[in-house]
């Protein structure tokens, strides 16, 4: 567990506010899925027999295999010299004392759950070999890491009997830890996918960074909605960073501090504070209609990624939910994908969770930077974001689709439901997804099955989708426009790639246009217009959309009492004016300046 000394920072990209100040975990890809949680002290001795259980079968399988590879020859005969030697290698590294004792040490010192205690360990030697001259021995790192998964595999066989706790300060039966074991924790990694963010959503981290990403990619968005400090794109952070070093992490300038001086520190933790107090002000708004000055009510609602998510939107005093991201239910399964009764559930405790409030939930939308599987993303296909992604993905396979569409009509027969139909180039997409609908509903009554009404909205996110806005409209009851997917789209800017990322501009004049033209368009039609990308959820264009005519934002929980007190602000008569201006100016970004 070597700190290294040298306190440097590195500068990535901003994606969720806050300071977030502790010790860093290094995850690799691999092995992001485990599971992180701290154990109650008097369960340490029952977490450290579940390692000693779990390692002592994987010696026994070993062992066994070699047994049959040398004796019984049950293999497929002429088992290999090299398999026995390589059977070797692992049963010494499994049965190593030094890395039993390291475990327990985490788990005894830290009282980190299993998985925890194990991977932690594995990372510390991973680095060990990465520096070995030998290339040799080099190699080893992935005999170990094969072990590694092999315990990590006993042990959800022998799942930890104890629940994860609710907060890194309480066990799981609410005490008090002492205060050593509440040092913060900082997640560091390459990369991760938007379902290993969700997975951390139960975690206990205080903050994170990694060295891909861009500000609107998935992952970035499941942090914001975690509402915790998050760098993305800073480089070569997990290179840096060793487990357990300090850091800090500033999610307003995009900066990851490795090791900081007593000054920095001193200086950080100040920020900190202040971020808090402001966090106190905000919430006195929470009851507060959303109101401009000159009497035009504002339409607040929540993004959620997860039926669990809607009690948030509901602590922030939303006023519905505006987009249920429901390919997260799809995701990280290995391509089982859940049944219609699952899907039901899930709606429905969602919609039961916005007692009344209109709940939009948004068809799968998996594809580019969402992909089912970790895996999916080696997909060969060059251009993934062009591919079948969204509606393309749902029209292709009817039979997964009409799941979906029954699955949403029945929660809808519980509450108010939208359904909206992601990445909509062209009208023939929403006449298909209609007709499946009246599918879906003509199963369900067959079935004698309870349904409801549903509205249809279409995303707006391609250019298409603005330039042949005419021929979408008659076929929606509204429309809510993604803006992350728009830019992408408009200016060819990879959403994900942080190399391009300084590109991807809200405010080029482009994208105004595109966005100016939908609202305007949709609202002369008398259908319902929403922003609900990120854009809507980020005080610095509250201002410039409420002038374009917007009235309905969706946002994720943690930001809209921010975009409130822009609103409580705001006067829409003259903010019309000045946004005209903006449309029409060739450097958007000055014509802002003189924002009334
Ligand atoms: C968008 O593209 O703006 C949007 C809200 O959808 P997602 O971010 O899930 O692609
Ligand atoms: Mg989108």
Not at 147 to 167: F, H, M, T
Not at 510 to 535: D, F, H, P, S, Y
Request: hydrophobic letters at 45%.
């Amino acid at each position: 567990m070597t700190a290294s000394t040298a306190c440097l920072s590195v500068h990535g990209i901003a994606v969720s506010r806050g300071i977030a100040i502790g010790r860093a975990v290094c995850v690799t890809a691999t092995r992001t899925r485990v599971a992180h949680y701290k154990i109650a002290p008097d369960q340490v001795a029952a977490e450290i027999e579940r390692v000693v259980r779990a390692r002592q079968q994987v010696v026994d399988e070993l062992v066994r295999l070699q047994h049959e590879i040398l004796h019984e020859n049950t293999l497929e005969t002429h088992a290999p010299q090299e398999l026995v030697a390589l059977l070797d290698v692992h049963l010494m590294l499994v049965q190593d004392e030094g890395l039993a004792e390291a475990v327990r040490g985490w788990i005894e010192d830290r009282h980190y759950n299993a998985e925890w205690a194990l991977t932690s360990q594995m990372e510390v030697i991973a680095r060990q070999f990465d520096e070995m001259e030998d290339a040799y021995l080099r190699e080893r790192k992935a005999d170990l890491e094969q072990v590694v998964d092999k315990v990590l595999r006993a042990l959800s066989g022998a799942s930890s009997p104890i629940a994860a706790p609710q907060s890194k300060r309480q066990n799981w039966q609410g005490e008090l830890l002492p205060d050593d074991l509440n040092v913060p924790l900082v997640l560091i990694a390459h990369d991760l996918s938007p379902a290993d963010m969700l997975q951390f959503k139960r975690d206990v981290f205080v903050g994170f960074a990694t060295d891909v990403g861009g500000k609107t990619s998935h992952t970035a968005i499941v942090a914001r909605s975690m509402d915790i400090p998050a760098v993305v794109g800073a480089r070569a952070a997990s290179q840096l960073v060793q487990q357990d070093d300090w850091v800090i992490i500033d999610g307003d300038a995009g900066v990851l501090v490795v090791n900081p001086s007593p000054i920095v520190l001193a200086e950080y933790g100040f920020k900190q504070r202040q971020a808090e107090v402001e966090r106190e002000r905000l919430a006195r708004l929470k009851n507060t209609p959303a109101v401009t000055l000159d009497g035009e009510a504002i339409e607040l609602m929540a993004n959620i990624e997860t039926p669990e998510d809607a009690a948030a939107a509901r602590a922030a005093g939303a006023k519905g939910v505006g987009l249920f991201r429901t390919e997260f239910l799809f995701m990280g399964r290995s391509g089982v994908l859940p049944d219609e009764e699952e899907q039901t559930a899930a709606y429905t405790k969602a919609v039961l969770a916005m007692q009344g409030l209109p709940m939009t939930i948004r068809t799968v939308d998996v594809g580019a930077d969402k992909p089912l599987d970790r895996t999916a993303k080696t997909d060969t296909h060059l251009n993934p974001a062009m591919g079948q992604r969204a509606i393309r993905w749902s029209l292709a396979d009817p039979a997964m689709f009409l799941t979906q569409l029954r699955a949403v009509l029945r929660a809808s027969a519980q509450g108010l439901v939208h359904l909206l139909v992601p990445m909509v180039a062209s009208a023939r997409e929403l006449k298909q997804t209609r007709n499946l609908l009246e599918r879906a509903r003509a199963q369900l009554d067959r079935r004698g099955q309870a349904h409801g009404q549903v509205l249809i909205g279409a995303m707006i996110e391609i250019p298409a989708a603005v330039i042949a806005l005419d021929a979408i409209l008659p076929e929606v009851d509204f429309v809510s426009i993604g803006t992350n997917d728009l830019i992408q789209y408009t200016l060819a800017i990879d959403r994900a790639d942080e190399t391009v990322a300084s590109l991807y501009d809200p405010l080029h004049p482009a994208v105004l246009r595109l966005i100016g033209q939908t609202i305007t368009q949709a609202t002369a039609a008398g259908k319902q217009v929403c922003v609900c990308g990120e854009m809507a959820g980020d005080a610095h264009f509250t201002a410039l959309l409420l002038g374009m005519g917007l009235r309905s934002f969706s946002m994720h929980p943690s930001q809209l009492l921010r975009i409130k007190q822009e609103i409580l602000r705001a006067d829409t008569r003259r903010l019309k004016v000045w946004a005209q201006r903006v449309l029409q100016a060739l450097e958007p970004k000055l014509a802002m300046l003189d924002k009334p």
